[in-house]
């Protein structure tokens, strides 16, 4: 079975400073993704962003990067010049390509605020 | 705009009552699922279905049931059976149930917030 540890139950940081979200996994698939979402107090979930576990480069998108290391079987999030409106819960997940693993799996999120 | 809308946004059930949570997707996505979550915790699985007329139990079923007959509409009904319904409920959708591409990520609902009074 797959699992995702979001170690952080909290986080705070300064507007403008950058902010790294730690996300660990485990999973026995050879081929597998990695994905983040944000869920603001209204409760929606979006999407942020994606990796591949054969990707050659990290993801980017925007003010958001993933830094993979696939042999620490890690894949943190990292916010750049951080926003008010990052203030929200941040779930890493993944989903694999065998039985059950093909389901998306979530951590258990991380809780960010952003200070003025 | 293609997504998913869940209905109602906010829903009160009394005790003993069934109810029922609606979603509906017009993103011609094959899979569909429902998590709960509650207070500062993360989503758990209650059904998922890959395709019309099929559906399959999630971590937490009991007390639950689904349908899925058309391919857009996949309802949830929180049965009297289900003991402590209270939480936050979202429907999620893909384009299929994983294959041989884990890319394809989950388009979300807004959620429905259940509320036992």
């Known amino acids: 079975a797959q699992k995702i540890t979001q170690t952080q139950p909290g986080m705070f940081v300064q507007e403008k400073e950058a902010v790294t979200l730690d996300c660990t996994y485990d999973?026995?698939?050879?081929?597998?993704?990695l994905f983040w979402y944000k869920q603001p107090s209204s409760g929606e979930m979006i999407f942020l962003i994606y990796?591949?576990?054969?990707?050659?480069q990290n993801a980017t998108e925007g003010r958001y990067s993933l830094n993979f290391q696939k042999a620490r079987k890690s894949a943190n999030l990292v916010i750049s010049a951080s926003q008010l409106g990052d203030s929200a819960m941040y779930f890493c997940a993944m989903r694999g390509v065998s039985g059950s693993a093909r389901q998306l799996t979530f951590g258990s999120g991380t809780q960010l605020t952003v200070l003025p | 705009d293609g997504g998913i809308t869940q209905s109602p946004k906010y829903l009160f059930r009394k005790e003993g009552q069934n109810v029922t949570l609606s979603c509906e997707q017009n993103l011609n996505h094959d899979a569909m699922y429902w998590y709960r979550q509650d207070p500062g915790q993360g989503l758990r699985l209650i059904y998922y279905?890959?395709?019309?007329?099929?559906?399959q139990k999630g971590d937490i079923a009991e007390g639950y049931s689904v349908s899925r007959e058309k391919k857009e509409s996949f309802p949830l009904t929180v049965t009297s059976a289900q003991k402590n319904p209270t939480a936050f409920y979202l429907c999620?959708?893909?384009?299929?149930?994983?294959?041989?591409?884990?890319?394809?990520?989950?388009?979300f609902g807004s959620g429905t917030r259940l509320t036992v009074v």
């Open positions: 279905s890959q395709i019309v007329n099929d559906f």
């Open positions: 990796q591949g576990s054969y990707d050659q």
């Open positions: 999620a959708s893909s384009i299929d149930h994983g294959s041989s591409q884990p890319r394809y990520g989950y388009t």
């Open positions: 999973t026995s698939d050879p081929s597998y993704g």
